[in-house]
T-cell receptor
Framework: GQQLNQSPQSMFIQEGEDVSMNCTSS?????WLWYKQDPGEGPVLLIA?????ELTSNGRLTAQFGITRKDSFLNISASIPSDVGIYFC?????????????????FGQGTILTVHP | NAGVTQTPKFRVLKTGQSMTLLCAQD?????MYWYRQDPGMGLRLIHY???????AKGEVPDGYNVSRLKKQNFLLGLESAAPSQTSVYFC??????????????FGPGTRLTVT
């Protein structure tokens, strides 16, 4: 099945530093999603990308849909302590059932971010 | 607009006991999903539903059953709990439409311990 490889697995940074993480796949995706999970909470959608080459920002977060459609990148600028959490990439693979297309998400393993004040 | 809610938040079961986890969404989403999350394993899909009255198996369905009698609710049942089912369970929903339909919205999770 489709797999997403997310790197790095973990990062320890100082407050104020920029962060970069990426996600790669052996298959082409038409959509890339980035989620953040705070400790003890459910994943929250940060950014959705729908077009190859697309660059989208959400505050200090910027995500890019790779031109090959097999990768995506998430950058966080000027990190702060509340950026701590696990960041997941996700992409759908289409399935057909009764003539209706729908997507189940494949998730990366996550990048654990720790920010030291 | 509460989004996706889950009950209970925490539960401890003894081996062999049964329980039902309830998920509710108020976004009128067609699709709903149940995941489990274990350390080092990421999110794994247990069962999902593409509409009221429908259910389908995900990656790790064994030991679980689901029902979607109403569009807004998706129930996950454990008939005979096992220690291997100790995990954090998340429910999610998505609209399923072509425009933004892949975006899944998650509940806060249920932490289950089976002793």
């Amino acid at each position: 099945g489709q797999q997403l490889n997310q790197s790095p697995q973990s990062m320890f940074i100082q407050e104020g530093e920029d962060v970069s993480m990426n996600c790669t796949s052996s298959s082409i995706f038409n959509t890339w999603l980035w989620y953040k999970q705070d400790p003890g909470e459910g994943p929250v959608l940060l950014i959705a990308l729908y077009k190859a080459g697309e660059l989208t920002s959400n505050g200090r977060l910027t995500a890019q849909f790779g031109i090959t459609r097999k990768d995506s990148f998430l950058n966080i600028s000027a990190s702060i302590p509340s950026d701590v959490g696990i960041y997941f990439c996700a992409g759908p693979f289409l399935m057909l059932a009764g003539g209706t297309s729908y997507g189940k998400l494949t998730f990366g393993q996550g990048t654990i971010l720790t920010v030291h004040p | 607009n509460a989004g996706v809610t889950q009950t209970p938040k925490f539960r401890v079961l003894k081996t062999g006991q049964s329980m039902t986890l309830l998920c509710a969404q108020d976004m009128n989403h067609e699709y709903m999903y149940w995941y489990r999350q274990d350390p080092g394993m990421g999110l794994r899909l247990i069962h999902y539903s593409v509409g009221e009255g429908t259910t389908a198996k995900g990656e790790v369905p064994d030991g679980y059953n689901v029902s979607r009698l109403k569009k807004q609710n998706f129930l996950l049942g454990l008939e005979s709990a096992a220690p291997s089912q100790t995990s954090v369970y998340f429910c999610a929903s998505s609209s399923g439409t072509l425009a933004g339909g892949y975006e899944q919205y998650f509940g806060p999770g249920t932490r289950l311990t089976v002793t």
